[in-house]
């Protein structure tokens, strides 16, 4: 069957005023006492797959889970087949036409053993509104794996029967009433995570491979569901100060509203502007505290390249500490704002439930087709606004910068959809050429970027004024570098036509 869910964190000293909202408290409730225990080999065939094996004790009666994300969705949609066994030894015939059938090769099925456990209370309420069917799961318990645990408290909204939206109508009442984060996890990830000792602070993007059979809409769908996940993976690390989960955050944002871009037309609709509004602003916040990791790291290498005094070194280090504590300080306020908690949120009921996701014409073109005219174009628009490069000044640079970002990313959304050998060669080719255009305008503009930090006349640009002069000096090669970088990049023949 399907599973469509949403999955929302909540501090637990808030677990009280949840329990005593009045969507819930005029609700019947059921406690039950799970226990889960996941199954998979010591090289983790089932984690690599993207599909997880669980028996769970609900109070004496036993269920086996097998769960798979559809395709690259997964974030709310996934598939789940149940079968009921006599305790937590597993049944192997039972998963027959399910995800799991195609990996128990002969040594799978022979390997398969715990690899670590769930406990958790669960108190569900089963709430009806306007026609649909919500079970409400409020979860506190613990994952546990080789002698490590870590805490469990979600609130699990799961569509039984109706339409979709209620989930996210029934989750902004919840969230009026106490703050709820959109949680890009399932418990079998927090298992793995604690099995495989993985303490990243930050979350690059998860790989994208599109069919070139689906349809548009369903493929935006896909890669907006990657781009939230990176996006909110990476919201503890920047509350923490974490300077890569900051720069993957930031990458996510940006990801995002490529992914709009290259589905306007696709998904318009009334809503569209608003959510690229609000991601903009979001991205906006971020840009402060990026910039001066940025500058800090050119300011600590100038001043150790070039022999700085011991007292030079500590006076900027201090500086820089103390400015860059208060913007991470102000950025952590704005990621666990309600704004930005709702614009999330937002992005989620849209691409779930838009106006658009009805207007069958757009969303049910093929995705090559869509694909192949969005990649051209771009490279059109890139080839002719950078043919005169030299000419151009710092701003339109710095247009050019981010069209060939956005192109990077919709090559990266897109590259499934064109398998030949042939088309990943050129892919590479133009992905390459891209990277170095990006790279070398990107360094252009963070010289325009430390002239504004300089002549804000702060203690920490006092020490290094006179990288301010160095990078002028290197104008004329970057802009070099970028002109034959655009130049590779214009001969690389479009790797989506055959």
């Not at 030894?89 to 027959?96: N, P, R, T």
């Not at 208060?326 to 614009?343: E, G, H, M, N």
């Amino acid at each position: 069957m399907r599973e469509i869910e949403l999955k929302l964190e909540f501090d637990p000293a808030d677990v009280a005023r949840i329990h005593a909202h009045p969507l819930l408290a005029a609700t019947a409730s059921q406690h039950k006492t799970l226990h889960s225990t996941y199954y998979d080999t010591a090289d983790l065939v089932l984690r690599k797959a993207g599909v997880s094996l669980r028996v769970r004790d609900t109070n004496g009666r036993f269920v086996q889970t097998i769960k798979s994300a559809n395709g690259n969705a997964g974030l709310f949609d996934r598939s789940e087949w149940e079968h009921e066994v006599k305790d937590h030894d597993i049944d192997l015939i039972a998963a027959s036409g399910t995800a799991l059938e195609p990996l128990l090769s002969v040594r799978v099925r022979n390997a398969l053993r715990p690899v670590f456990e769930t406990r958790v209370d669960r108190t569900v309420y089963q709430v009806v509104r306007n026609g649909s069917d919500i079970e409400v799961a409020l979860d506190r318990g613990e994952v546990a794996a080789g002698g490590r645990q870590a805490a469990i408290n979600e609130i699990e909204l799961e569509l039984k029967h109706g339409e979709p939206v209620e989930l996210f109508r029934l989750a902004r009442k919840l969230d009026a009433a106490v703050p709820l984060r959109i949680s890009g996890k399932v418990k079998a990830e927090r298992g793995y995570e604690l099995v495989e000792d993985a303490h990243q602070a930050f979350e690059k993007a998860k790989p994208i491979q599109l069919d070139p059979s689906m349809a548009s809409g369903e493929a935006f769908r896909a890669i907006v569901h990657n781009c939230l996940r990176q996006i909110i993976a990476n919201e503890p690390g920047v509350c923490a100060g974490d300077a890569e989960a900051l720069h993957q955050m930031r990458i996510g944002l940006r990801r995002l509203r490529a992914a709009i871009t290259a589905f306007a037309e696709v998904s318009a609709d009334s809503k569209q502007n608003r959510i690229k509004t609000e991601l903009k602003a979001a991205t906006n916040k971020l840009g402060p505290a990026r910039d001066l990791d940025v500058f800090a790291a050119d300011v600590f290498k100038h001043l150790s390249d070039t022999g700085a005094g011991e007292k030079e070194f500590a006076e900027a280090s201090r500086d820089f500490t103390l400015k860059r504590e208060k913007t991470y300080a102000r950025l952590a306020d704005f990621v666990r704002s309600k704004r930005f908690r709702r614009t999330l949120l937002d992005v989620a009921e849209w691409v779930e439930t838009g106006c658009w996701t009805r207007a069958r014409s757009g969303a049910e073109q093929p995705i090559k087709k869509h694909a192949a005219d969005v990649l051209a174009t771009f490279r059109k628009q890139i080839r002719k606004k950078g043919g005169d490069l030299h000419e151009l000044d710092a701003r339109a640079r710095h247009k050019l910068r981010i069209r060939a970002k956005k192109l990077r990313y919709m090559i990266e959304f897109f590259g499934g959809v064109f398998p030949d050998h042939k088309n990943v060669k050129r892919r590479e080719a133009a992905l390459s050429s891209l990277k170095t255009l990006q790279d070398t305008l990107g360094s252009l503009n963070d010289i325009a970027a430390r002239k504004a930090l300089v002549s804000n006349g702060d203690g920490l640009t006092l020490h290094v004024a006179a990288m301010v002069d160095a990078g002028e000096a290197k104008v004329d090669k970057l802009l070099e570098q970028s002109r034959l970088a655009h130049a590779r990049f214009s001969e690389v023949k479009a790797f989506w036509k055959s």
